[in-house]
């Protein structure tokens, strides 16, 4: 069994400040774990994802997360925040081996403000 | 490459009818997968289709059923529509062959709206 927990459903921030999206997870297996983006009326698109290389993953846009396991968390943070960014952020867990299906957090709405 | 195309991208509906989404995924990808995004329920599995078969099934009524073709292409139907099947029907693929960590590549969804 596998779930995901956004620990905000909403941010906000001011351009030009760091983000900091929360995401803890729990899986019966060794998990492989993903942040996809969803602007307004668009599909999902895949920022970064973990898959045992290394704890540390960058992704696209500048941002990052950090698989921790002892705290079962994948927290995902950014230095700069740009308006851009506004957009909704799902944090997704599934088996790192072997056939799963993908389970998505309920999502986290970055506001960026001028 | 081509992304993920889901044709139509809007619907309008009525109560008690049926509906065909359509859905292209990226060519040489063989696994094809469906969900459903709500407000109220965020983004809730259907099922993935693999070389036309089911390979698995979120849950779902059987009013919710799908069918993949020899070219990947896959369809999803919904029978006597209801004002609650009204939301975003996300669509995506994968070259996934049992490694599921595999990225999913998503299209733009289709907005159905249930009147």
């Known amino acids: 069994a596998q779930s995901v927990t956004q620990l905000d459903s909403h941010v906000s921030v001011s351009e030009g400040t760091p983000v900091l999206l929360r995401c803890n997870y729990s899986?019966?297996?060794?998990?492989?774990l993903f942040w996809y983006v969803q602007h307004p009326n668009k599909g999902l698109q895949l920022l970064l994802k973990?898959?045992?290389?290394?704890?540390l993953v960058k992704g696209i846009n500048g941002f990052e997360a950090e698989f921790k396991k002892s705290e079962t968390s994948f927290h995902l943070t950014k230095p700069s925040a740009h308006m851009s960014d506004a957009a909704e952020y799902f944090c997704?867990?599934?088996?790192?081996?072997?056939?799963?299906?993908?389970?998505f957090g309920k999502g986290t709405m970055l506001l960026v403000s001028p | 490459k081509a992304g993920v195309t889901q044709t139509p991208r809007y619907l309008i509906k009525t109560r008690g009818q049926q509906v065909t989404l359509s859905c292209s995924p990226i060519?040489?990808?063989?696994?094809v997968s469906w969900y459903q995004q709500t407000p109220g329920q965020g983004l809730q599995f259907l099922f993935e289709?693999?070389?036309?078969?089911?390979?698995n099934k979120g849950n779902f009524p059987g009013r919710f059923s799908g069918r993949q073709f020899s070219n990947s292409r896959s369809e999803m139907n919904v029978s006597t529509l209801e004002l609650g099947d009204s939301a975003l029907y996300l669509c995506?693929?994968?070259?996934?062959?049992?490694?599921?960590?595999?990225?999913?590549?998503f299209g733009p969804g289709t907005r159905l709206t249930v009147l």
């Open positions: 060519s040489g990808h063989r696994s």
């Open positions: 995506a693929s994968s070259s996934s062959q049992g490694g599921s960590y595999n990225e999913q590549f």
């Open positions: 997704v867990v599934t088996r790192i081996s072997g056939y799963s299906t993908l389970t």
């Open positions: 899986s019966s297996y060794s998990p492989s």
């Open positions: 289709y693999f070389s036309e078969t089911q390979r």
């Open positions: 973990y898959t045992s290389a290394a704890t």
